[in-house]
C-alpha cells in the first residue's frame, strides 16, 4: 500500500470499507502534535477537553472559542499528515445555523482546521446539514456528550435501554443523512455501537464503546498518564506523571546538593586573558 502523505476524509472512508482500524487522539499543543503526527496518527482531534486537562476547568462548558482557535492554531503548525479537527466549544453551534458556520469557518480559516466536532443527535442535525452545505466537514458525536453532563447527571454509559439505545441508532443514520463524515460513539455498550457501526457507511471512532467500532480515540493525557481516568475504559500506555515528578525531585535536589550546575558539564568560560585585564 502507497504512503499516504496527507490524511483526507475520502481514505478514512476507505479504511472503513476495507476494515482498516483508524486511530485518533487529542493534541492541545505543538510538542504533543509534533509527536503524534510522527507516529501516524490517522485524526489529531483539538478537543474542548484542553478545559479540563490543560487550562485547569473541571469540565469542557467554560472553555472559549478564543481558546480553541489559541490551541488549534498552535497543533496545525505541528500537524503536517493526519487530518485535524477542531471541537466547537459549547454555545458556539447551539443558538442557530448561521452562528455556527461562523464558528467553524474560523476553525478552517483562522486555526487551519480541516473539519469541525459537534455534539448532539436528530436536534443538531440541521446544523450539521448547514455545515455540509457551507462547505466544512463534521464529525458528529453521541452517546455521553460531555457538554450536557448537567443532564445526563454525569459520567455515564448511555444506550442501556431499548429507547436510549433505538434513538442512538435513529441519531447516527440523521447525521449520516445530514451530511456528517463520521461519528464519535462515547461511553456506549459495546453491543449497541456494534450496531450503530454495521448500520451507517460513515467510519464510527468508539471512545469507550468497545473493540467494534471502526477506529478508537483516547485523550493524550490518559494515554500518557497525567491524568486520573473517571472511568474504566482508558488505556495508560505510560505513567508521565510519576517520571516527571522524579525528576523534578532530583533536579531539586541537585540544586540544594549543589550538584547542579556544575563547572565542567554546564557552564561556560571566558578567555583567562580577557579574564585578568577585568580584574584588573
Known sequence: MKEIKRIRIPYLLEMKERGEKISMITAYDHPTALL??????????????????????????????EEMIHHTKAVRRGVKRALLIGDMPFMSFNVSNEKAIENAGRFIKEAGADAVKLEGGEEMADRVEALDRAGIAVMGHLGF???????????????????????????????????????????????????????????????????????????????????????????????????????????????????????????????????????K
Not at 474542548?48 to 469542557?60: I, M, P
Not at 435501554?161 to 433505538?166: D, G, L, M, P, S
Not at 447516527?172 to 461511553?187: H, Q, W
Open 36 to 65: 503524534v503526527d510522527r507516529a501516524g496518527i490517522e485524526i489529531v482531534l483539538v478537543g474542548d477537553s484542553v478545559g479540563n486537562n490543560v487550562l485547569g476547568y473541571e469540565e469542557t462548558v467554560p472553555v472559549t472559542m
Open 145 to 279: 456528550t460531555p457538554q450536557r453532563i448537567s443532564q445526563l447527571g454525569g459520567h455515564k454509559v448511555q444506550g442501556r435501554t431499548e429507547a436510549v439505545a433505538k434513538k442512538l441508532l435513529a441519531d447516527a443514520k440523521l447525521l449520516e443523512e445530514a451530511g456528517a463524515f463520521s461519528l464519535i460513539l462515547e461511553l456506549v455498550p459495546w453491543q449497541i455501537a456494534q450496531l450503530v457501526t454495521a448500520s451507517v457507511k460513515i467510519p464510527t471512532i468508539g471512545i469507550g464503546a468497545g473493540p467494534h467500532c471502526d477506529g478508537q480515540v483516547l485523550v493524550l493525557h490518559d494515554v500518557l498518564g497525567f491524568s486520573q481516568p473517571l472511568t474504566k475504559f482508558p488505556k495508560r500506555y505510560v505513567n508521565l506523571n510519576e517520571i516527571i515528578e522524579k525528576a523534578l525531585l532530583e533536579f531539586k535536589s541537585d540544586i540544594k546538593s549543589e550538584k547542579y550546575p556544575t563547572i565542567e558539564e554546564h557552564s561556560f568560560s571566558v578567555d583567562e586573558e580577557v579574564l585578568k585585564r577585568l580584574k
